[in-house]
């Protein structure tokens, strides 16, 4: 069988159950077994400590789980008569707004104005042209 650090038992439907009750524990005699299912159950939850517990079956073939093994029994808010909201708790309630429907507008923002340009005034560089008659002799050869 597998047992975590919570004291839980790992059932035939890979979930980790209390262990009260055997017909659902996963059980195997064969070590290799067991411990293939130990690296798979620790791959889908990698904060899991297994550990391997070697018990007697009896004589339906169910393993005899030692008490001392056996964590708290899990008992639900519900089954034990105590509400699930603890009397005096604030209600929980959506926010009022929601920013992601409304989002605030962004802020205007003026334009700076662009540079002053004379449109009469020549580049500073301009840009050297080749020669025609020295690109088309170049071209011949």
């Not at 055997?22 to 990698?46: C, G, W």
């Not at 639900?76 to 409304?102: D, F, L, Q, R």
């Not at 605030?104 to 580049?123: G, Q």
Request: charge should be negative; hydrophobic fraction near 30%; glycine fraction near 4%.
């Amino acid at each position: 069988m597998l047992t975590n650090q919570h004291q839980q038992f790992l059932s035939k439907s890979n979930e980790w159950i209390d262990g009260r009750e055997a017909i659902r524990l996963f059980r195997s005699e064969y070590k290799d077994v067991a411990i293939n299912q130990m690296f798979e159950a620790n791959t889908r939850d990698v904060s899991l400590r297994i550990e391997l517990l070697q018990c007697e079956v009896n004589g339906k073939g169910q393993p005899q789980v030692p008490e001392d093994a056996l964590g708290e029994p899990a008992v639900k808010a519900e089954a034990a008569g105590e509400p699930e909201i603890e009397p005096g708790a604030p209600e929980e309630m959506p926010p009022s707004t929601n920013p992601e429907v409304n989002p605030e507008p962004a802020p205007e923002v003026t334009p700076d104005e662009p540079p002053e340009v004379a449109p009469d005034e020549p580049p500073e560089i301009e840009p050297q042209q080749p020669e025609e008659g020295a690109a088309k002799s170049n071209s011949a050869a």
